[in-house]
Nanobody
Framework: QGRLVESGGGLVQAGGSLRLSCTTS????????MGWHRQIPGQQRESVAL?????????????TYADSVKGRFTISRENAGNTVHLDMNSLKPEDTGVYYC??????????????WGQGTQVTVSS
């Protein structure tokens, strides 16, 4: 069964930067959309950034961002579209939470569905 493996995250001071990365681990044949959601304490999980297949928009994919992160976070894909990065700059304490990698992809069995990573903690100190 396909999995998403995350790396990055950690503790950083306000104004600092972090990079999150996520790649597939077998069982996934094709990925349409990848992205990151986050769970902030006391709030519902929200979409932070998404990127479509790199076959769209000149090989870079179409990106969407939550209003709260526009201009500070950048999402990108590489490795034939199987790896997604989230570069987070000018981090704020309110960005603190658990960040989950997401993919809408086709399994090796041929069915499409949602895949989630295990989550990685991002903590921004003031």
């Amino acid at each position: 069964q396909g999995r998403l493996v995350e790396s990055g995250g950690g503790l950083v001071q306000a104004g600092g930067s972090l990079r999150l990365s996520c790649t597939t681990s077998g069982g996934i044949r094709g990925i349409e959309t990848m992205g990151w959601h986050r769970q902030i304490p006391g709030q519902q999980r929200e979409s932070v950034a998404l990127i479509t297949s790199i076959m769209r928009s000149g090989g870079r994919g179409i990106t969407t961002y939550a209003d709260s992160v526009k201009g500070r976070f950048t999402i990108s894909r590489e490795n034939a579209g199987n790896t997604v990065h989230l570069d987070m700059n000018s981090l704020k304490p309110e960005d603190t939470g658990v960040y989950y990698c997401f993919a809408y992809a086709m399994s090796s069995a041929g069915g499409w569905g949602d895949y989630w990573g295990q989550g990685t903690q991002v903590t921004v100190s003031s």
